[in-house]
Structures are given as structure tokens and as C-alpha cells.
């Protein structure tokens, strides 16, 4: 297409051609704009504008008529595999972008996008930017090459995802007659483009969605339902596409989460139950986590009684086989715990603490040093010295046994810094619970020496016992270490 222009524009001040018919008679072809225009355009094009014109250089009257035809001059792609291939049609058509791009920018407010307009530009969008990433695209492997994949037109697609942007945010774009063409089939492409791997492009989706939301009102219902669908697909079917996409889709998701209006619906509250807190069991939530963190404080800070929800929802997904994962809840933890009512703490502090004892016990010195930093926040101390009743008991274990045998230094310290702020809230409470237990090590140590004796007893009798036939025989501990 951009071939057959770029040839017959030289001819537009040239004398007609004429070319020769089977009689041998001369005809003349006339080289008028309308008839290089229906040959050259798709059928959008408004007859008798011609494209390649700048936007100076007509009529005010006719500037949404240009608009129209340079859109569908764009309606054309190429293939930016091959970067010398076609040079000349992408350039021209990458500086019919770049005025599009300029003259929606400098629009005035006085004047309205027409309908014919509106529709011109969502089909020219939908010709460059939607398209279906094959599978050897989407799906990541194990390897630990995670560089992006950049996607090879971008330089083009930018340019198209900037002036849907623009156009999207005009104040020249009426939304009432915009959303019969900014449908719901047009979100969902855009919702679906990000699979792409190249950050550049998952960006601006992120920021033209987020000007669909804030603009089409109507639609408002119809992208969370969508947004959850990605999120509900991504948790429990297709987790192994990694999660390209879904920190954008969040950090959008939290911008909107706090625009929600108290009291918050039934809907968003289960949209944080089935949707946000199972994110947080999926391989790679490292690569979302700082944003999904990010829209669960931002629910319980519009409604702080789900900060006991939301802890449930992190102790039954708790990563106790991954200590990278074991460290980001500890964080999400104190950012929930910190900003608690005593009430809702009450609610899940002896099933809580005794996570964190199991951490501060941890072999891993991150995790155990993470859980001990718990009590370098002031405001987790406070609700820990109301509550201490309860929560030394559990504790008490978990910091002497760190105190006697974790081997690193800065984890043994942390311990014992801890175990002094715990004796100078309650020194009463602290050696009650010391007394409790070197009991409990007592009674420990008597139920091994039983055990032991038991199977000494045993193992002496069985080795008095005559052998005859197939009766089974006890085997010597020396026999079973050289067996073995």
C-alpha cells in the first residue's frame, strides 16, 4: 500500500500518462487524489482528503476528516523482524504517527471527536497492537536466564500506545459515545496483551487501563470482574507462564483499592479472600510481591478489621519449606501487625506467634534474624507487652534454645536482646516461664533415659531367647550400625 503511494505521489503535478489501448489509440489516466486515495486507503478513508497532507495545511473544517484517513493510512503493518525491509513505508508511516500523536495533544476542548473518528482510531490500534504471543513466547522456562525478551517493533508500538493514550485521556473524547467502541471486547484484548514479556509494553498498558477505568465509568465492574479472571487463571491453572503481567495488573489494582468507598462491598472483601491472599502461594510471587503487599495494607487500612483475615490467609499459605518467601511474609507480617487494633490482634496472636517461634528457630539465620526484628517495631512491642501473658509462654522455648545452640552470632544476639525485653516487661512472668521450663527439660531428659533403658531391657532379653525357626530376631545396635 505505502509502495503504491509513494509511487504515484511524485505523479500528483506531472502531466497525465497515457497509455496505449489494443486499437492503438491513445488514453489518458487520470491521476486525481480520490481515485490514488480508494486504491491506496482501506474504505474508511474519507474521499478526496489526502493523508500524507499536514494537518496546517487544511481547513479546520476538514482536520477531523484528515485525522480519519491518516488513521486508516496507519491501519497498514510490517514485519520489524527485518529491520531493512520496507524502510521507507515504516518511516512514512512512523511520521504520520508522530502527527497524529501531536494534533490529538494539541486538540482543542471546543472541538469533539466525531464517532467515525473514534471508530478510526480503535480499529487502527486494534490492527497494531492486538495479536496472539505463541506459546513458546508466554511460557518461561526453568533456566536462570530471566532478561526480558524486548519486544522488536517497539519503537512503532510506543508511538501507537502513546497516542491511545492521549486519545483516551483528550478532553476532546466524549465518553458517553466513546464506550460503544472502547467496549468490552476492546478491554479484553487490551487485558490479554499482558502475556507480552517486554516490561515497556506491560507499562503502558498499566496506564492506558488505568485511564479506561478512571474515565468509562460503566466499564468500571466489567475490568475488576476481568482482572480477577487473570488472577483466578494465574493462581489455580496456569502458574507456569510465570507472573508476567500480574505485578502491573496489582499495582493498578492498588490505586483503585484505594479510591473504594466505605463501608467496602461484599465483593472487594472476597475479591481479598479468594484472590489476593492465594497469590501469595504461587512459585514466583517474589516477582509481584512488593505490589500484592501493597493492596492488602491498602484494604485494611480502608477497613482495619481484616487485618485478622488476611493473617489467617498468610499462616494457612506460610512457605515453611522456602525461607526467601518464609522472609517477604515475616515483612508483610509486621506491616499488617503494626497497624492492628488490640482486639483483631487478640484474634490471631496464639496461632501467629507460634509461626514466628518456629521462625526465630529456624537453621536459615535470615529467617530467624527477620522474625527477631519483629521487636525492634514499637508498636508490635506495645501489643506484645499487653498480651504477654500469652505470648511469652510460647516464646520462651523458641529464645532459649536459640540462646543456648543457633550458630549464628547476630541471630544469638537479636536473642538475647529480646529475652531481656521480654524479663523487663514481666521478670515475675519471665522466670515463671524459665522455672516451667527446666521442668519441661527434665521431664524431657528422664523420657529419654526410660526409652533408653526400655530398649536396652528389650534387647537383652531378645538376645537370651534361643532361634528356632522362622522366629525374628532383634538385632545388636553394633550389628544394625554395620548393616547400615
Known amino acids: 500500500m505505502f509502495k503504491q503511494f509513494l509511487s504515484k505521489l511524485p505523479r500528483k503535478s506531472s502531466k497525465p500518462d497515457s497509455t496505449s489501448d489494443p486499437s492503438g489509440s491513445s488514453v489518458v489516466r487520470s491521476n486525481s487524489v480520490k481515485r490514488m486515495s480508494s486504491a491506496v486507503f482501506p474504505s474508511s478513508v474519507v474521499a478526496g482528503i489526502e493523508p500524507l497532507v499536514p494537518f496546517k495545511d487544511v481547513p ?90 524486548f519486544e522488536p517493533a517497539w519503537p512503532h508500538l510506543q508511538i501507537v500506545y502513546d497516542l491511545l493514550l492521549k486519545f483516551i485521556t483528550s478532553p476532546c473524547l466524549d465518553a458517553k459515545v466513546a464506550k460503544k467502541y472502547l467496549d468490552h471486547g476492546f478491554i479484553l484484548r487490551l487485558l490479554e496483551l499482558f502475556d507480552s514479556e517486554d516490561p515497556r509494553e ?19 465492574p466489567f475490568i475488576r470482574k476481568a482482572m480477577s479472571n487473570i488472577f483466578y487463571s494465574f493462581v489455580f491453572e496456569a502458574e507456569k507462564r510465570g507472573g508476567g503481567g500480574i505485578a502491573e495488573l496489582l499495582e493498578m489494582f492498588g490505586s483503585i483499592v484505594s479510591g473504594f468507598a466505605l463501608p467496602l462491598k461484599e465483593e472487594h472483601k472476597i475479591f481479598l479472600w479468594r484472590v489476593l491472599i492465594p497469590l501469595h502461594k504461587a512459585k514466583s510471587v517474589g516477582g509481584y510481591f512488593h505490589q500484592l503487599s501493597y493492596c492488602v495494607t491498602q484494604f485494611i487500612d480502608k477497613e482495619p478489621k481484616l487485618g485478622s483475615v488476611v493473617i489467617k490467609g498468610l499462616l494457612k ?60 517495631n514499637d508498636q508490635i512491642v506495645n501489643l506484645i507487652a499487653q498480651n504477654r501473658q500469652a505470648i511469652l509462654p510460647i516464646m520462651f522455648t523458641a529464645l532459649e534454645k536459640n540462646a543456648e545452640s543457633h550458630w549464628n552470632q ?72 554395620i548393616a547400615c
Open 60 to 149: 479546520t473544517s476538514e482536520k477531523l476528516n484528515l485525522f480519519v484517513s491518516k488513521l486508516s493510512l496507519c491501519c497498514v503493518t510490517f514485519d520489524f523482524s527485518d529491520q531493512t525491509k520496507n524502510s521507507i513505508e515504516k518511516d512514512v508511516k512512523r511520521q504520520t504517527l508522530l502527527e497524529l500523536l501531536d494534533f490529538v495533544s494539541s486538540s482543542s476542548s471546543s472541538v469533539r471527536f466525531t464517532e467515525p473518528a473514534i471508530l478510526a482510531m480503535c480499529k487502527m490500534s486494534a490492527v497494531n497492537l492486538f495479536r496472539v504471543f505463541p506459546p513458546s513466547y508466554r511460557e518461561r522456562n526453568d533456566s536462570d536466564d530471566n532478561d526480558p525478551t
Open 202 to 220: 506491560r507499562e503502558c498498558l498499566k496506564t492506558i487501563l488505568h485511564r479506561v477505568y478512571g474515565k468509562f465509568m460503566v466499564h468500571r
Open 317 to 376: 499459605f506460610w512457605p515453611v519449606t522456602n525461607s526467601q518467601k518464609e522472609v517477604m511474609f515475616l515483612g508483610e507480617v509486621e506491616e499488617i501487625v503494626e497497624v492492628m487494633s488490640l482486639v483483631e490482634f487478640q484474634k490471631v496472636m496464639v496461632p501467629l506467634f507460634l509461626r514466628i517461634a518456629c521462625c526465630v528457630n529456624s537453621c536459615h539465620f535470615q529467617v530467624s534474624e527477620r522474625a527477631l526484628f519483629l521487636w525492634n
Open 410 to 481: 547476630s541471630v544469638l544476639n537479636l536473642t538475647l536482646n529480646v529475652r531481656k525485653m521480654f524479663c523487663e516487661m514481666d521478670e515475675a512472668l519471665f522466670m515463671s516461664c524459665h522455672a516451667r521450663f527446666q521442668e519441661d527439660e527434665a521431664e524431657q531428659c528422664s523420657a529419654e533415659e526410660k526409652r533408653k533403658e526400655t530398649w536396652a531391657r528389650l534387647e537383652k532379653v531378645a538376645s537370651m531367647k534361643p532361634v528356632t525357626g522362622k522366629t525374628a530376631v532383634l538385632v545388636t545396635p553394633l550389628a544394625t550400625s
